[in-house]
């Protein structure tokens, strides 16, 4: 995706390597950061880096697919490394694997506005971390650019597993989660069982019955939650804030 923004003068909007001021630059051939995959468990923790080179300083993974292979034609399978070639039409395909596949991490520049961030990673990953400072990508002997990357850097979680991985990871940035469901949400975004009893318990004057509690908590979302909620209520009626005045008749418990 080439955008002419001059006559004479087109900008790559996801190239990134513009500092490093190489011909190497145009080969696509930069590799990973060791320390990054290391932060993520390391390469034996990774079963396919499925866009590598045959002259690699080191493995990213179990298994490595190259530009003679096609990545993009073979199976993947496990948990993949992903650090797709450094251009457009690359990095589309690349990406569109890696969200059917779902599993795994993925590196790429923060080009945060673009179509394929919106489809392959905004629409499909499950979490992103993005990187305080820029990288610097290492030459095929394992040497270290002196320069950086040239643009911004993040790290892309698909599933599950490798959100909760990316989330932990010692790794400098700011962390979003992406894709999180109901029950992901529900302990930061609702009350306690306890303080929705207690706040139940302030509005009422009398004693109130089990059977009234069942009917006003059905449709609560932590009860829509739970199958178990009615034994839940019930536990959290028998610890210290609330008392049993008779048989399936409860009241909060006066301050001391
Ligand atoms: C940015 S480098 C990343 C290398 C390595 N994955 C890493 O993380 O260090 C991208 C690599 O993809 C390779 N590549 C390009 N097209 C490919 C293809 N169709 N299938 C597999 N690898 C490819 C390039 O040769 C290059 O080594």
Known sequence: MSVNLFAGMSVNLFAGMGSHQSARSETNTWFSPPDIV??????????????????????????????EDNGLILPWFGRVWLNPPY??????????????HDRGVA??????????FHRFVWGAASGLLFLRGRLNFHYADGSRAAANGGAPS???????????????????????????????????LLPTWREALADYFAGRSEPVT???????FADHPKAR??????????????????????KGLWQRRAAA
């Open 107 to 116: 590196l790429i520049f923060a080009r945060t506005e673009t179509d394929p």
């Open 38 to 67: 290391d932060a993520l468990g390391g390469a034996d923790s990774f079963d396919l880096d499925p866009c590598s080179h045959v002259d690699r300083p080191w493995a990213t993974a179990r298994q490595h697919y190259t530009q």
């Open 225 to 246: 939650a739970n199958q178990h909620w009615r034994d839940k209520l019930r536990q959290v009626l028998q610890r210290g804030q609330f008392e049993r005045v008779d």
């Open 210 to 216: 089990l059977a009234e509690l069942y009917r006003a």
């Open 154 to 188: 993040v790290l892309i979680a698909y599933g599950a597993e490798d959100r909760d991985i990316l989330a932990a990871a010692p790794i400098d940035g700011a962390f979003v989660p992406l894709r999180l469901n109901l029950s992901m949400l529900m302990p930061v």
């Open 87 to 100: 251009s457009i039409a690359l990095i589309t395909k690349f990406l569109g694997r890696m969200a059917a």
